[in-house]
């Protein structure tokens, strides 16, 4: 099994920065893909970004300019530094590991609230 740790969710005013970190452990052979997703109040989860092993990093339009996604391979860990919050990016983040063998995994979440 593959256990997800994630951490740096709190409570932040508009225009703020936090930092959220997954470290993954467990069973872990070879990692394809790290990502965050988020899901607010009565909406589907949602992408936010993704980064793939070999440095190539996707972002949902409504986050670009704002967030980055950065990994550290050795620690199985990646990260999601979050600027220029607003408050639509309030929500429940949630960190996902794909590893090459298509098998994938969620962590447990992690609240993220944006006061305006």
């Known amino acids: 099994q593959v256990q997800l740790v994630e951490s740096g969710g709190g409570l932040v005013q508009a225009g703020g920065s936090l930092r959220l970190s997954c470290a993954a452990s467990g069973s872990i052979f070879s990692i394809l893909l790290m990502g965050w997703y988020r899901q607010a109040p009565g909406k589907q989860r949602e992408l936010v970004a993704q980064?793939?092993?070999?440095?190539?990093?996707n972002y949902a339009s409504s986050v670009k300019g704002r967030f980055i996604i950065s990994r550290e391979n050795a620690k199985n860990t990646v990260y999601l530094q979050m600027n220029a919050l607003k408050p639509e990016d309030t929500a429940v983040y949630y960190c996902?590991?794909?590893?090459?063998?298509?098998?994938?995994?969620w962590g447990q979440g992690t609240q993220v609230t944006v006061s305006s």
């Open positions: 996902k590991v794909v590893q090459r063998s298509g098998y994938s995994s």
């Open positions: 980064i793939v092993t070999e440095g190539i990093t």
